[in-house]
């Protein structure tokens, strides 16, 4: 497994890695509180619509956000993007715009990997905390908290328009640190 720093040409590639995962559990947030409920989806691979995003990827890529990926042979099989713009009040937080490993190779401490790596360039870029508008799903959610996220006291309004299904954590860069 080699890990690089994505070529714009490779950020619509993101789209080639394998989404499968059959999930059983979704969360949701009530009365600020995680509640897990029962909730079935056979993901075959990513919605239809996902390339719609690409520009959105782009962006991040252009505005000088860290895009990072693993490859196997010559296979890009999980990435990790950070957001370059500081966001929150203070403004000291950047978002991990996107983390994804594919089928196949996750469980094996992969995603902790790109997770440290994007806390680790964070840090370095001046960045107090770490945003992530996560998928809510058992497993993702799990994996996130393992880490050390937490919910998000102060969702970022305009993040939490555009995905409010997602969970909204947050990360500490200097005390979250598993
Ligand atoms: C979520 C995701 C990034 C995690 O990456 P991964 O490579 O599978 O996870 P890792 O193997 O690095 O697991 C890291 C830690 O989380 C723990 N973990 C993983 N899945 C877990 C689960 N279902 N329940 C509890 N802990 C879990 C692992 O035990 C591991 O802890 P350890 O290092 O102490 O053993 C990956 O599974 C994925 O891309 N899923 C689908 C897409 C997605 O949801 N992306 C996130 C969008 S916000």
Redesign the pocket.
Known sequence: MIGRALQRNEVASVWDID?R?VIDNIYYLVDGKLDLRPEHYDMRGWPPNAAESTPMLLDCYDRGGWCYGLFDASRLV?VVMLESKFIGKPADMLQ?L?????YG???????????AQAAAVARERGARRMY????P????I???L??GCVLSPAPEPELLALEPN?IHLEYDLYEGS?
């Not at 992530?132 to 998928?135: D, E, F, K, L, P």
């Open positions: 989404r995962e999980a991990l996107f983390l994804h490993v594919g190779y996750r469980d094996r401490g992969l995603g902790r990997q790109l997770f992530i508008s996560a998928t799903s058992e497993h993702t799990h994996f996130y393992g880490l997602d598993r």
